[in-house]
């Protein structure tokens, strides 16, 4: 049972470009998206987070989409940089009881060629 | 400062026998995270600990597994007559509290059982 599905297992992009990564989750009791970067050899790191009351937030080049009603949500990089090159993780999390468990996707391995 | 450690980084072991992953957290993080990552599959929330409160153990996926924080800091998961299926990717992460933002992971324990 796959909470959290990213289907692309990965993408590949020009730098200076747009990234757009996905994820669609199942769990209706999520209220709490995460997403994570991960270099090879090294553990994630948090990248941007939002909260379901939101259905955007931004961080300098990185802007978190979040849409409820599809149970869908999307990371965009603008620009996209050669240092972005990693995989990306989505997570989900119900609060309440589960406040520290995270659920993850699959992951997308991201490729930002110069 | 230091972030999470765990060792050993590559553990493999025959079918059959026990292993022991050990996680430093990060000094001063109440909480403490185990998950894992199988091939082709997404990160996996094991247990966690946060303070003296008794832990989280609804993760774990067999009673083959368990996992002791002692003295509030350094986490041990023990593998007991390990399977082939128990092969991935083990990572700890730390938290100042037990929080749904951001874990501060470590590299990681690769655990391969021949």
């Known amino acids: 049972d796959q909470q959290v599905k990213q289907n692309s297992p990965s993408l590949s992009v020009q730098e200076g470009r747009i990234s757009i990564l996905n994820c669609d989750y199942t769990?209706?009791?999520?209220?709490?998206f995460l997403w994570y970067k991960k270099y090879p050899a090294e553990g994630p790191t948090f990248l941007i987070s939002?909260?379901?009351?939101?259905d955007k937030n931004e961080d300098g080049r990185f802007t978190v989409f979040l849409n409820k009603s599809a149970k869908h949500l999307s990371l965009h990089i603008v620009p996209s940089q050669p240092g972005d090159s990693a995989v990306y993780f989505c997570?989900?999390?119900?609060?309440?009881?589960?406040?520290?468990?995270?659920?993850f996707g699959q992951g997308t391995i991201l490729t930002v060629h110069p | 400062g230091a972030g999470v450690s765990q060792s050993p980084s590559n553990k493999v072991t025959e079918k059959g026998k026990d292993v022991e992953l050990r996680c430093d957290p990060i000094?001063?993080?109440?909480?403490l995270y185990w998950y894992r990552q199988s091939l082709g599959q997404g990160l996996e929330f094991l247990i966690y600990?946060?303070?003296?409160?008794?832990?989280?153990k609804s993760g774990l996926p067999s009673d083959r597994f368990s996992a002791e924080r002692t003295g509030g800091s350094v986490s041990t998961l023990t593998i007991q007559r390990t399977q082939q299926e128990d092969s991935a990717v083990y990572l700890c992460?730390?938290?100042?509290?037990?929080?749904?933002?951001?874990?501060?992971f470590g590299p990681g324990t690769r655990l391969t059982v021949l």
């Open positions: 000094s001063g993080h109440t909480a």
């Open positions: 939002i909260s379901s009351i939101k």
């Open positions: 997570a989900g999390n119900a609060g309440g009881t589960s406040y520290g468990k995270l659920t």
């Open positions: 600990f946060q303070g003296n409160s008794a832990p989280d």
């Open positions: 769990n209706s009791m999520f209220d709490y």
């Open positions: 992460a730390s938290s100042p509290a037990m929080q749904r933002w951001e874990q501060f």
